[in-house]
């Protein structure tokens, strides 16, 4: 790795990245995000259990019952993965980077991308917040940012 690399602290996502498929609960959990600004999750109108990623079924309850509910978009870096090499092309320029799991302050776990701190600087239970990254009326990605 290149000391140029390694002080690399990118702030904005490449314009090509890949997007997800809209369709299905998954398609409209990135519309919710596109269309209201705010990282939503599903969250059981029976026993109040909120969950990702999307599913029909409630895993505490089973009830079918369920809504989009906005999140506080805060959490703490639960694990990451550093890439070296980039799967997607639109991130070769953008190497290394890291693709955090963060859980969220309701309790789900959700994957994204970090922003604004370099990869060496992450360390367990590292507040964040979301950052959506609006690519249309119908997708807005997911990630975070050091709080």
Not at 29 to 55: E, I, K, M, N, S
Not at 131 to 144: C, N, Q
């Amino acid at each position: 790795m290149t000391a140029g690399r390694e002080t690399r602290s990118d702030t904005t996502p490449p314009a090509d990245r890949i997007l997800p498929g809209g369709d299905g609960l998954g398609g409209e959990f990135y519309a919710q995000a596109a269309q209201t600004g705010v990282l939503h999750l599903q969250r059981c109108d029976d026993c109040a259990t909120w969950r990702h990623p999307p599913r029909v079924l409630c895993a505490a309850c089973g009830s079918s019952r369920w809504s989009w509910q906005p999140t506080a978009g805060r959490g703490r870096v639960f694990t990451w993965t550093i890439t070296h090499r980039a799967t997607d092309p639109a991130f070769s320029e953008h190497l290394p980077y890291a693709i955090l799991v963060v859980e969220l302050d309701e309790g789900p776990r959700v994957v994204g991308n970090l922003l604004n701190l370099v990869p060496s600087e992450l360390r367990l239970d590292l507040p964040v917040r979301v950052v959506l990254d609006h690519r249309s009326d119908t997708v807005a990605l997911v990630d975070f940012a050091p709080e």
